[in-house]
């Protein structure tokens, strides 16, 4: 584990609780367990550079204060190519990313540039056999439902585990 100040910055979408720990129990039970340090989450920006941590804290509790609940919708199982994924969709978090992004401009990374696919990662760095496998065993099982995003979270990446810093909360009026 690295402990650096240049260690990046990782915001993530917070789902709600019931659906965070069905997600991490599925994550717990598919991913290898070697590099598994996480609970289930849904990355909107992977390397933010650390020296703008305070620009991030301002940026995220600012949008949380005027952002009511996000809605969000479970759609299904997404291939990763060499692992599977809990595909979900909703405007309104790639709205917030977008903010996110007009705010963050000129620090994003190429990959942070890019429209997320929204999803939460349940198996990834495994074969390819092994990943349409899990996918047709999970198929018929991930049932579609509608949610509603709690907040955002910042993260420090510390070379594998993560180190959490904050959940800011949504409580924007709809």
């Known amino acids: 584990m690295s402990g650096g ?37 849904v990355t ?12 991030v804290r301002d940026c995220l509790s600012d949008i949380a204060r005027e952002t009511p609940p996000v809605d969000g919708h479970l759609e299904g199982i997404m291939s990763l190519g060499r692992g599977t994924a809990l595909r979900l969709h909703s405007e309104g978090m790639i709205a917030v990313w977008r903010e996110m992004t007009r705010r963050f401009h000129g620090l994003l990374t190429a990959q942070d540039q890019h429209k997320p696919r929204l999803h939460v990662t349940i198996q990834n760095k495994v074969s390819g056999a092994e990943a349409k496998a899990l996918q047709a065993q999970l198929e018929g099982t991930i049932e579609p439902r509608d949610f509603q995003f709690r907040g955002l979270s910042l993260y420090i990446y510390r070379g594998g585990p993560w180190e959490f810093l904050h959940t800011y909360a949504f409580r924007g009026k709809r």
């Open 5 to 41: 100040d240049n260690d990046p910055l990782i915001v993530t979408a917070e789902l709600p609780k019931e659906l965070a720990g069905w997600a991490t129990g599925l994550r717990r039970q598919h991913f290898p367990p070697e590099r598994n340090y996480l609970d289930a989450h």
């Open 44 to 55: 909107l920006f992977h390397a933010l550079p650390r020296q703008y941590e305070r620009e």
